[in-house]
Every structure is written in structure tokens, then in C-alpha cells.
């Protein structure tokens, strides 16, 4: 199954540093096939919310713990284009002694400007500022005016007051 890590791990890879403890994952899952891919995930993880799979169903995530590990994770279900794409160009690497799919710098960084807490705008201006030279600009503001279409004009101010 494809996929990609984001959140606060990506960020720490990014040269965050910041803590976390869970980790955010965003998952490629047709969503006519919610119940198969629910059974495969739940192999590994436990659910955590009550009547899981029906929570899966309507909010598209699966609150989880890794059964072997006890590590919290967020299963998400990559809806729009842009997360599917965030998927298409994941990278894999290495954190620790793990290797992952991890969202591209770029990506996360949109994926918090969606989110848009406050938390989330000081890891994007400690990736920018760690990585700034690295980053595919032309990238971020195609992809932050995609976002003016859905009423979210902030994202692209904030890559323009974030890259200057």
C-alpha cells in the first residue's frame, strides 16, 4: 500500500527540533475498499476509537497504536489530489534505523500551512529556515495558489511572508 509520513516525524527529518510521539501517515485506499484495507491495518494496529471501523468509514483516519511497538499512529486516507500526489512523490529515507516513505519537504510544509496551528506554523518556519537553499519554491507557490480555489488564500501569504 502506498504511502507517506508526515506530521511531526517528517519535521523532525527535516532538521525540526521539536519532539513528537505519534506518528502521521496518509495512505493511498480506494475508498470503495475502506473495509479491506481497515482489516490489513488492524493486523498491526489497534484501534482506538470506539466502533472503529465505522469511524474509519465517516472521518477517512484510523486512530491507532502499533501493537507491537505502542506507538501512536494516525492513519489517514489521502482524499484530495494534492495528498494523493504528496504520496506520488514521497521519498524514501531513513530515520533511525527504519526506512520510510516520507512526505517531501515541500509537501509538509503545504500539509501545515493547511492545518494552520500554531504549532504547526513555527515547524515550517524551522524547516525553511534550516533548509531554505533546498526547497523548490516554484513548487510551493504553484501549489499553495491550487488552495486559493477552496477559499484558503493564508497559505499562499504565508509562503510568500515565509520565503522572503
Do not use: W
Not at 18 to 34: A, C, F, G, N, P
Not at 130 to 147: E, G, K, N, P, V
Amino acid at each position: 500500500m502506498e504511502y507517506a509520513i508526515f506530521g511531526g516525524i517528517a519535521t523532525i527529518l527535516y532538521g525540526s527540533g521539536r519532539s513528537t510521539i505519534d506518528i502521521d501517515l496518509i495512505v493511498r485506499v480506494d475508498t470503495d475498499s475502506l473495509e479491506v484495507a481497515y482489516e490489513r491495518f488492524i493486523e498491526e494496529f489497534r484501534p482506538l476509537k470506539k466502533d472503529p471501523l465505522e469511524f474509519f468509514k465517516r472521518y477517512y483516519v484510523l486512530p491507532a497504536v502499533h501493537k507491537r511497538l505502542g506507538t501512536k499512529v494516525d492513519i489517514s486516507v489521502a482524499l484530495s489530489q494534492f495528498e494523493q500526489e504528496a504520496i506520488r512523490r514521497s521519498r524514501r529515507l531513513r530515520y533511525g534505523t527504519v526506512d520510510a516513505s516520507f512526505c517531501t519537504p515541500e509537501d509538509l510544509i503545504l500539509f501545515k500551512l493547511v492545518a494552520n496551528r500554531e504549532r504547526d506554523i513555527l515547524d515550517v518556519k524551522d524547516i525553511v529556515k534550516r533548509i531554505r537553499d533546498s526547497l523548490d519554491t516554484s513548487y510551493l507557490r504553484t501549489h499553495a495558489r491550487d488552495f486559493l480555489e477552496v477559499d484558503r488564500p493564508d497559505i499562499l501569504e504565508n509562503i510568500e511572508r515565509l520565503l522572503q
